[in-house]
Every structure is written in structure tokens, then in C-alpha cells.
């Protein structure tokens, strides 16, 4: 997608509608989140946790109302001013930078890259990298889970078009075409209303859970366990997944 940029496509616009349709499944990603955590620290402090593109908060401030210290990596300032206006937003730590690359300069127990931010990564090199960079956050025995679509749940045919909303003064379609040499998804979610155009385009590098796998072991990481979603329902390979990749001890 010609001028496209990954590092500025959610800007103020995209921040501060993003929340306004929320999935609904943001307490079950909390809840199964806090239950790969151990118990509070020595001294009481509780348990902790990072997010790679921490975003809005979406996940991490549940999961913070349940008592996890939640740290985050997040590129847009946008997402992160809008984090900050949501209750419990100013106190969670937050580091600015690409996720495949910042630090915190801390190890966690848990570290987690939700809602198929690992596609916004548009090449296997630096998807590889974010791998290693969550590994060098994990304390060893600790987890990085990671929630993606599986392709096919994105891809009917290689281009298409559909309605997403079919409102009575608005329609928005979904217009993607899918590049299978580079696996990029070139996507644009067009809203034509009676106040006018509105674009939201996105380029996402989809990758099968396999790939991801071996992504892992080249950061030093192994599949512990595989979910269909929060429920910790089964994996069929269709629609999402749940991946919970562990770092051996040392």
C-alpha cells in the first residue's frame, strides 16, 4: 500500500475510536492471563506482567484490576494518551518504542502480544525479532503468549470486498488483497456516510501458528499449550488461537 507507514497508522484518528468496539472477550483474556501467574512476590509485591503494544489498555487493565502489576511497550503516543485518560491508565508503567526492539530493563513472568499485533510486523525478520524481544523479558520458566487469527479465518479468496456495517445513512466495507509472496494483508475499512469518506487502512504479514512456533525456538522459546481462545477451548485451526510459548530454565 503505497505510503502506508506501520509506525504512524494509529494516530490521534484511529486512537480515539479504537475502544469503540470492543470485542467483548477482554475479562476472559484477563482471567486467563492471571491464571499463568504465580503468587505475589517475597515481599508482597505483586505479580508482573508486560505487554508488547500495550495500546489503550484494552487487556491490561483488566488484568491490572485483578491485582498484576502490568508494564507495557507501546509505539503510538496516541494509543497511550488515551490509556492515560482510562481509569487505572496513569499508574500502569509505560515505554515507548517498537516492541520488537524497546525494553524495559526488567524480566517478567509473563509477557503478551494480544489481538494480532504480531502482524503489524510486516516482515519475518522483524516478527522473529519481537520473539526475542519478549524473551529477553521472560524470567526462565516464564511464558509469552501470543492471540492471532490463523490466516484462513481472513483469507475466502485472495481479494475481496464486503460490508462490515449497513447502517440506514452508512456503510462501511472491508476491502482487502492478500500478496501470498510477501503474506501481506493490504486491508482498508472504508466508511461512506452522509458526513462523507472516512479510510482506515491497515497492512498486516500474516503467519500460520507453525511459522510462529519456529519463531519461537529461534528466541530460545517451545509451545507449552494452544487454545482455540480464552475459554481455553481446543484448537481446531480455524478462526484464532492462543499460543503459550515457555522459556526453558536455566
Not at 186 to 198: F, K, L, M, S, T
Amino acid at each position: 500500500m503505497k505510503d502506508f507507514d506501520p509506525a504512524t497508522s494509529f494516530g490521534p484518528d484511529v486512537a480515539a475510536r479504537y475502544d469503540d468496539e470492543p470485542r467483548g472477550d477482554e475479562d476472559a483474556a484477563a482471567g486467563f492471563l492471571a491464571g499463568l501467574l504465580p503468587g505475589d512476590a517475597p515481599d508482597g509485591s505483586p505479580a508482573g506482567a508486560l505487554e508488547l503494544a500495550i495500546g489503550t489498555g484494552r487487556v491490561a487493565l483488566p488484568l491490572a484490576a485483578r491485582g498484576v502489576r502490568v508494564d507495557g511497550i507501546e509505539l503510538s503516543p496516541d494509543m497511550v494518551d488515551v490509556l492515560r485518560s482510562r481509569d487505572g491508565g496513569a499508574d500502569l508503567r509505560v515505554v515507548l518504542g517498537d516492541m520488537a526492539r524497546e525494553t524495559t530493563g526488567e524480566t517478567y513472568p509473563l509477557v503478551f502480544l494480544v489481538y494480532n499485533t504480531i502482524f503489524n510486523l510486516l516482515g519475518q525478520d522483524e516478527q522473529v525479532r519481537c520473539f526475542e524481544n519478549a524473551a529477553r523479558h521472560l524470567r526462565p520458566g516464564g511464558r509469552f503468549v501470543v492471540e492471532a487469527a490463523v490466516p484462513s479465518a481472513w483469507l475466502p479468496t485472495d481479494s475481496y470486498a464486503r460490508p462490515e456495517q449497513v447502517e440506514t445513512d452508512a456503510v462501511t466495507l472491508d476491502v482487502c488483497r492478500y500478496d501470498p509472496v510477501t503474506q501481506h494483508l493490504v486491508e482498508n475499512h472504508v466508511r461512506i456516510a452522509a458526513d462523507g469518506v472516512r479510510f482506515a487502512p491497515i497492512v498486516c504479514r500474516l503467519a500460520w501458528p507453525s511459522e510462529l512456533d519456529l519463531m519461537a525456538r529461534l528466541a530460545g522459546l517451545r509451545l507449552e499449550a494452544r487454545y482455540g481462545g480464552w475459554h481455553r477451548q481446543p484448537y481446531t485451526g480455524r478462526d484464532q488461537h492462543v499460543s503459550v510459548y515457555v522459556r526453558g530454565r536455566s
